[in-house]
């Protein structure tokens, strides 16, 4: 039912619970995972010291926390015995990076995990879960802590 599972991960414990629901899929199912983790090229950098540098400084520290997340996230598939692949995956939205990905792979189902943001942070950072959910074309399993 479930061959190919897609997770998106962020290294956050909301995406590790996901990749453990992941792994619980592809054992049962016989399946692989595909876990990808997306950086925005261009994201929204208009408040915050924490965007004060530069565009190269921006995607070495985003490539950087995407193969730390993804190295987590591969260490546990493994140790479960799981066959796994891992990408790095630019997209200019999040959402929209999941989505092509999970085409692209012959996704079954993507399992993803929602931090649940609410009121104005919702408004200001959105919710890629939200999206996601909203635009696929294949089941979607949220993991919310």
């Known amino acids: 039912m479930f061959k190919s599972i897609l997770v998106p991960v962020d290294g956050s414990p909301t995406s590790q619970q996901a990749v453990a629901r992941a792994v619980a899929l592809a054992t049962a199912f016989e399946g692989t995972i595909t876990a990808i983790y997306v950086i925005d090229p261009y994201p929204f950098t208009g408040v915050g010291t924490d965007f004060s540098y530069g565009q190269a400084q921006y995607l070495e520290a985003a490539a950087a926390e995407a193969h730390d997340a993804l190295r987590g996230a591969r260490e546990v598939i493994e ?14 939205a999040i959402w929209r990076g ?19 943001r609410r009121g104005l942070e919702k408004l200001v950072l959105g919710s890629v879960a939200q999206r996601v959910l909203s635009h696929a074309h294949m089941p979607v399993l949220v993991v919310r802590d």
Do not use: C, Q
């Open 79 to 92: 140790a479960a015995g799981v066959k796994v692949d891992t990408r790095v995956v630019e997209a200019h």
């Open 98 to 116: 999941v989505l092509e990905t999970a085409s692209a792979v012959g996704a079954d189902i993507v399992v993803m995990g929602s931090h649940g």
